[in-house]
């Protein structure tokens, strides 16, 4: 009998034992309840059910990313080779995977081509796609919001239109724009910017070897604002050492390509010669008259505006001071053009096959000296850089 009454509290000490609130009876605190937890952090379950469903969204978002970064091309270190000169033959989006050399930091270049009736639109975030800065640019490197339109159908107008500060000159197929004067006279300011009006003369050349404009490898840097563009060729883009017929690298603001520096001449695949040479002998002064009056804009826009805008009063004299040595390619007013001393014409272009465009050369003017036809307006700029 009392055999059976240990049997039996046996058995309720062993019920006990396993209650859900005695578990610290018997060793069990180490196993608690998800929920209970959170409220120890003071987090209810709604709360986390919510930031569950955050990480899902942050989740979707990446993939969407990811399928967004399939769904276009990967141009990271490629060398263009098509030769299509309209702009429209370039329709797709195009993604890069590169690196600041200097600061170390990662981008990801974004470029989408698209046409819209007889445009094609241009939308960049102004990122190359190699690696940049193997020089210490004064400015650091930043995304952008490009947007810049070209037609679909170039035309050459009855006269050409001059580079100037107030307008870029081009999109290149990697997102990163041409701009090719410096913002820096000799006699103005530092001699690096400042230099808005372009009827000064002696403009330095930041693709010359005398000059120290800091560009990388690629004859790029940026501007104040961040963005990363060329003044000369951009290197990576097309093979520039091998004779082979060069792609299309990139439209002007006019709508022409341009191609890199080789060409086929009747058989012969050659790099093509730009007809402007630098000038014999010491620099001479230029004159630098005052017309008179007020700044109006007499047909010739470049002639009457500075940081892009009509000045106020009556014209005043332009400093003219004579940087004094021989032409050696340190300034733009070194160099003359001859015509047909090279292939080109006066815009650093010539037509083929029945195709103008605008080819990179190995001396100056190196990508356009002017254009041919008129550029769009999206190409404006809103101040004047270097």
């Known amino acids: 009998m009392k055999l059976k009454y240990i049997y039996i509290i046996m058995l309720v000490l062993f019920l006990i034992g396993f209650s859900p609130n005695n578990s610290s009876a018997i060793g069990l605190n180490n196993i608690s309840n998800p929920m209970s937890s959170l409220s120890e952090f003071n987090i209810d379950s709604h ?10 969204k942050v989740e979707s978002s990446s993939k ?16 263009l080779k098509k030769r299509k ?21 990662e ?11 007889d445009k094609c639109i241009f939308t960049s975030n102004a990122i190359p796609n190699y690696d940049f800065n193997s020089s210490q640019f004064v400015t650091d490197v930043s995304e952008q919001n490009l947007t810049l339109e070209v037609t679909t159908n170039p035309q050459q107008a009855s006269k050409n239109t001059e580079l100037s500060l107030a307008t870029d000159n081009a999109i290149f197929l990697n997102g990163v ?11 103005v300011g530092d001699g690096k910017i400042g230099c808005s009006d372009m009827e000064q003369p002696w403009r330095f050349d930041p693709m010359s070897s005398l000059n120290d404009f800091q560009t990388d490898s690629h004859n790029a840097h940026t501007q104040p604002s961040g963005i990363y563009h060329y003044h000369g060729s951009p290197v990576a883009l097309f093979d520039s050492e091998n004779a082979i017929v060069s ?12 191609f890199g520096s080789y060409f086929d001449d009747n058989g012969t695949v050659r790099k093509a010669k730009s007809s402007y040479q630098l000038k014999e002998g010491d620099r001479q002064e230029i004159k630098c008259e005052n017309p008179g009056g007020i700044y109006d804009d007499n047909g010739t826009v470049r002639k009457a ?13 332009i400093k003219c001071e004579n940087p004094g ?49 008129t550029p769009d307006s999206s190409f404006n700029k809103q101040k004047s850089n270097n």
């Open 47 to 56: 709360n986390a059910y919510a930031n569950n469903s955050t990480v899902r």
């Open 247 to 258: 792609p299309v690298i990139g439209f002007a603001a006019d709508g022409f390509p341009i």
């Open 107 to 117: 981008f990801e270049g974004n470029l989408s081509v698209s046409v819209s009736g």
């Open 325 to 373: 040595g021989i032409y050696d390619g340190t300034y733009r007013d070194d160099y003359e053009y001859v015509a047909e001393l090279g292939d080109l014409d006066e815009c650093n272009g010539m037509t083929i096959n029945g195709v103008y465009g605008y080819f990179v050369t190995d001396s100056y003017p190196w990508v356009m000296g002017c254009f041919k036809g």
């Open 305 to 317: 505006k500075s940081s892009y805008q009509l000045k106020e009063g009556d014209r005043q004299e």
């Open 64 to 79: 969407q990313r990811i399928k967004n970064r399939q769904n276009s091309k990967d141009i990271t270190d490629v060398i």
């Open 85 to 105: 000169p309209s702009c429209a033959d370039y329709v797709k989006t195009y993604t890069s995977s590169v690196e600041d050399l200097n600061s170390n930091q």
């Open 177 to 187: 724009k041409l701009d090719l004067l410096s913002a820096g006279c000799y006699g």
